[in-house]
Nanobody, 119 residues
Framework: QVQLVESGGGLVQAGGSLRLSCAAS????????MGWFRQAPGKDREFVAR????????MYADSVKGRFTMSRDNAKNMVYLQMNSLKPEDAAVYYC????????????WGQGTQVTVSS
């Protein structure tokens, strides 16, 4: 089992930046990829970004491409989400999650961190 803890959320003005962090512990060697998701009130949870652990390659939702950057620190078992040029529509609870293998679903989730963007 993997435990994930997000941090770094907060209140920021539109156009500002935040950096989210996700600390992984437990069976951290067992993963194919890590992802960031978000859920705004009244909306479904949506994919934001993911990073493959083996080579660091990334993928982003179209809505955040060019503004958000996901990265990892293998030694610290951390993943990050640098969010720039934030918009009010980016406001949500952000979750990090682990994908065990290429064919599996994301199966371990953190508790989430709130991001609020004021206009």
């Amino acid at each position: 089992q993997v435990q994930l803890v997000e941090s770094g959320g907060g209140l920021v003005q539109a156009g500002g930046s935040l950096r989210l962090s996700c600390a992984a512990s437990g069976r951290t060697f067992s993963r194919y990829a890590m992802g960031w998701f978000r859920q705004a009130p009244g909306k479904d949870r949506e994919f934001v970004a993911r990073i493959k652990w083996s080579d660091g390659s990334t993928m982003y939702a179209d809505s955040v491409k060019g503004r958000f950057t996901m990265s990892r620190d293998n030694a610290k078992n951390m993943v990050y989400l640098q969010m720039n040029s934030l918009k009010p529509e980016d406001a949500a609870v952000y979750y990090c999650a682990r994908k065990f293998s290429i064919s599996s679903q994301y199966d371990s989730w953190g508790q989430g961190t709130q991001v609020t963007v004021s206009s």
